[in-house]
C-alpha cells in the first residue's frame, strides 16, 4: 500500500526557532517570565553536516574542549558508523572533540544514575563544552552532568544535543528522571542550548525505539485527565492546560502518522520529532511531569523497579507506558460510567497512616528485603496521603459537581480503540507479554495494583485505592477490553 504524504500541520512547530518562540509565549498560561535557553530545534535532512554551525550558534568557543558524551552502542546512519562519523565532522571543524564513553551497569543497559552523571562531570572543566550523541539517557545523563558542574562552579557549559532516536521526551525537557538508591525520581536539571534532529539519523534508528517514542506520547490519552483529576480534588494547584495546547490534537495527528512512521518516511520523522519536542517543553514549562506522566508511568516505573531489583534490563519505556496507557484509558471508561457519589463509604476512604506504612512495607519486600525501597516509597506516599487526608471537603465538592467532573474527564480521556489503533499501525506490541524482554499479565497486573504506593502524584490509580474499588476486577476488565477483537 501506498503511504499518503504527510502534511501534518503542527499549530506549535518548534522547527520555526523565533517565531515558535513568540508564538507559545502569547499562550495565555505560558510561565510569565520564564526563560528557556533552548532556542533553537533543527528537524532536518542531513543536520548533521550542520554540525559545526549549530555548536557555534550554540556559544562553543572555536578551539574549546569539547566532550562527546555518548554509549558504546554502535549506530548506524545511511550506511556509515554514525559516532565517529559525527565525531570526525567536528574535528574537521577545528574542535579538539573528545569522546567520552559510559560504560553499561550490571543489568547491560546504561541507566541515568550518579555513578554515570559523576563519570561525565568529571571530564568537564571551566570553558568546555559537551555535545551529547545518543537517546534519552544519555541525554539526561549528560545534561544533568553539565548541570550540576554549572551549579556547582557557576561556569556555563554549553550543551548541544544531538537526538539518536524518536524514543523519549529527554531531548528538550529540563528534568532527568534518575535512579537514586533504585528508585526512579524526576529531578530538575537543565535544558540543551540547541537540538539537532537529523533525519536520516532518526530514520535509521532501531525501529522499535522510533514506535517506542510514539508510546510514550499516547500517555496524553489519559495523564491530561489525570491531571485535571488530581486538581479537581485540590490536591495539586500547580495545573494548566498549557501542555493540553502546545500539543494539540494529538490523538488525531497520530492515528494519521503511525503508518508513515512505520514506513520510516523521512518528513514523518520529522514531525514525531516535533511533537517529542514539544512534549518535553510541555512539561517543563509546567514544571512537572505530570502533563505527560500519569497512572501509566507510576505502572511503568514500578515495573521497571522491579526489573532494576531482579536485576534484568528494562522493557522499551515507550511500548510498556502504551499499553499501561491502554488499561488506565479501559478503567477510566468503567470509572466514569460507574462512579456512584452517593455510594461511597466515607468512613473507608481516609485511612490511617500506620497501616498505610505497613501496606508499603508488605509491597515492596519481594523487590527489595533490606526495606529501602520500601522506606524511599513511603517518604512519598506520606506527603500523598497527608494531602489526601486534609481535602475531604474538596472530596465531597467534587462528588456534589461529578456531572461537570466527569464531563471534563471524558472529553481528555481518548477511548480504548483509539490507542490500541495507533499501537496497531504504529508496529508497536499490543500485549505485556510481546514486550522485550516480556513481562507477565501477572506481573502487570501487580504494577497496577501497587502504582499508588510509589510517588506523591495522585492520579486515577489513587482515586481507586482510597474509594475502595474492586480494582482487581477492574483490572480483569480493563484486560478484556484491552485485548476485545474491535
Ligand atoms: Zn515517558
Given amino acids: 500500500m501506498r503511504c499518503r504524504a504527510v502534511d501534518t500541520q503542527l499549530r506549535f512547530d518548534p522547527g520555526l526557532g523565533e517565531a515558535f518562540w513568540k508564538a507559545v509565549q502569547a499562550i495565555p498560561a505560558f510561565p510569565r ?9 533543527i528537524f532536518e535532512s542531513n543536520a548533521l553536516e550542520r554540525l559545526p554551525e549549530i555548536l557555534s550558534g550554540a556559544g562553543v568557543q572555536a578551539g574549546a574542549p569539547l566532550l562527546v558524551v555518548m554509549d558504546e552502542t554502535s549506530m548506524q546512519r545511511g550506511g556509515d558508523d554514525l559516532k565517529p562519523l559525527a565525531l570526525a565532522i567536528v574535528q574537521r571543524a577545528g574542535w579538539s572533540a573528545e569522546a567520552v564513553v559510559v560504560k553499561p551497569d550490571a543489568t547491560g543497559q546504561v ?9 561525565v562531570q568529571s571530564r568537564l572543566s571551566p570553558g568546555s563544552a559537551v555535545l551529547s550523541v545518543g537517546s534519552g539517557t544519555i541525554t539526561d545523563i549528560a545534561k544533568h552532568a553539565c548541570h550540576r558542574f554549572e551549579q556547582d562552579t557557576g561556569a556555563l557549559i554549553p550543551l548541544v544535543v544531538y537526538q539518536t532516536a524518536n524514543s523519549v521526551s529527554a531531548y528538550t525537557s529540563n528534568m532527568a528522571p534518575t535512579f537514586v538508591d533504585g528508585v526512579k525520581h524526576t529531578l530538575s536539571s537543565r535544558y540543551p542550548d540547541a537540538l539537532v534532529c537529523d533525519l536520516e539519523t532518526l530514520r535509521d534508528a532501531p525501529y522499535a525505539m522510533t514506535a517506542a ?12 485527565a489525570d491531571w485535571y483529576l488530581a486538581y479537581s480534588l485540590g490536591l495539586d494547584d500547580a495545573y494548566t492546560p498549557l ?4 500539543m494539540g490534537p494529538l490523538s488525531e495527528t497520530l492515528l494519521y502518522l503511525a503508518e508513515q512512521v512505520r514506513a520510516r518516511d523521512l518528513q514523518a520523522m520529522a514531525v514525531l520529532a516535533k511533537l517529542i519536542a514539544l512534549a518535553g517543553l510541555s512539561m517543563s514549562l509546567s514544571h512537572a511531569t505530570t502533563p505527560l506522566s500519569g497512572f501509566e508511568h507510576v505502572i511503568s516505573h514500578v515495573l521497571d523497579m522491579t526489573a532494576e531489583a531482579a536485576p ?16 488506565v484509558a479501559a478503567s477510566y471508561e468503567v470509572f466514569l460510567r460507574e462512579l456512584n457519589p452517593t455510594a461511597i463509604r466515607w468512613e473507608a476512604c481516609f485511612p490511617e497512616a500506620a497501616v498505610m506504612r505497613s501496606g508499603v512495607a508488605d509491597v515492596f519486600a519481594s523487590i527489595d528485603p533490606t526495606g529501602r525501597v520500601a522506606e524511599e516509597c513511603w517518604r512519598d506516599f506520606a506527603i500523598k496521603l497527608e494531602a489526601w487526608q486534609g481535602r ?44 522485550v524482554p516480556p513481562i507477565a499479565e501477572v506481573q502487570a497486573r501487580q504494577a497496577f495494583l501497587s502504582a499508588h504506593w510509589i510517588r506523591r502524584r495522585f492520579t486515577l490509580g489513587d482515586s481507586l485505592f482510597f474509594l475502595g474499588w474492586d480494582r482487581q476486577a477492574l483490572w480483569d476488565r480493563a484486560a478484556s477490553s484491552a485485548s476485545a477483537p474491535e
Fill in 243 to 246: 501542555a493540553e495546547t502546545l
Fill in 392 to 435: 475531604r471537603a474538596d472530596l465531597s465538592a467534587c462528588l456534589a459537581d461529578w456531572p461537570g467532573i466527569r464531563g471534563e474527564l471524558t472529553r481528555r480521556v481518548w477511548p480504548v480503540r483509539t490507542l490500541r489503533r495507533i499501537i496497531r499501525s504504529v508496529g508497536l506490541p499490543e500485549k505485556f507479554e510481546d514486550l
Fill in 33 to 41: 517570565g520564564e526563560e528557556v535557553r533552548l532556542r533553537r530545534m
Fill in 312 to 327: 534484568r534490563p528494562l522493557a522499551m519505556h515507550g511500548a510498556q507506558v502504551a499499553l499501561a496507557a491502554v488499561r
Fill in 213 to 224: 517514542g510514539v508510546g510514550d506520547l499516547l500517555a496524553a490519552g489519559v495523564s491530561f
Fill in 111 to 119: 541507566h541515568t544514575d550518579f555513578g554515570q552523571i559523576d563519570y
